[in-house]
């Protein structure tokens, strides 16, 4: 390109405590380190506007009508009463491309002025909406016959998903975490669509931040503990190894959510530590033994990276995006039936000299994953989706002026 390009970026998740936020965060700071100009618009606590080196903030808060989505997480019906102010900021600043993320309040104002200033715009996928929905009704249902709840949940997930492809089918270009993804988004929005991995500070996560030297096997997960992650399984696995004779492990359980008195009550070793970060949850991390990961529902799974990054082998299901992310039995497992978690974990705690070699090709595959070489990506997918819209606006062009000549 000419110039390098200024990007209006409208991250549906920012400030909150989830992967997707957290990629999004790490795309800003990308930008800022190389000096690359874009405007964040994003929902926060207080209304405010700053520039941090290269870029531009711009802070709108909810109001009170809005709903929670997650733990942190809301929709705001009236978010669109920020849309004059959005505009303005947005014919100050120029961008060339708009990006927006999930389906929520704030990508929909920015999606609705891409479409009105008539700017190229592009789209990422962090986040399986239709399945978490479909998981979260599943267990508000439970209470009802099996049949009838499945025909229900299977009716939400189909319809969420059809609005997701809908609303992706807007942007000129989409980004997604896996190629299972990509399939769907390019088979049902005849879009293009190119790979938006993810990376993993490998300093951050590291084997050396382990600070237990008690000889207990743990058993980790970090992650919200919701129903969409499947966290109950942790229950069975348990019950599986004491069936086994299995006694000196503790299951090391980093996260908040709905679940989390189920698992109190039910797990008999278990320490909870809540939302961490910074160096408290590279210690935990790297303090895990194995990693046991059982959503279905994750569109990659960061916190496998992150496990690997600190030496941890992960086993997770053969449904969603961490499947991608391991390399069945060198970094960790695949499985496809719920009993494969403990007895795979079983062999690991009988074969140490195992876990050491998984620790060590986890551990390698990670350091391989560099942000700054997936952000670099998404930047050329910025130039990408401009070139697609200059080259729809040359064929209309072209078209009209040779319709013009028939004339």
Known sequence: MSKPLRIAFFPDSYLEVNGAAMTCRRLVDYARRNDRAMLVVHAGPVARNWTEGSVEFLALKRSPVSFRLDEELAYDPLFQRHTNTILRKILEFRPDVIHITGMNDVGI??????????????????????????????????????KFVRGITGLAERKILDGAVLYYKMPKLVLAPNQELIDLIVKGTNRTARLMERGVDIEKFSPGKRTVKDGKFRIGFVGRLRPEKNVRLLIDIEKELIAAGKKDYIFLIVGEGSERPELERSLKSAEFTGFIDGEELSAA?????????PSETDAYGNVIQEAAASGVPSIVSDKGGPKYLVEHGVTGYVVSDQKDYSAITVELMNDREKRRSMSEAARERAAAQSWDAVFAGVFSAYEETLQLSNKKKKAGTTSNAAAEDEG
């Open 285 to 293: 991390y790297a303090n895990m033994d194995v990693f046991l990961f």
């Open 109 to 146: 104002v920015g999606a609705y002025l891409a479409w009105k200033l008539q700017i190229p715009l592009i789209g990422s996928w962090h986040t399986n909406v239709h399945e978490f929905a479909a998981e979260r009704l599943r267990k508000l249902l439970r209470f009802l016959p099996a």
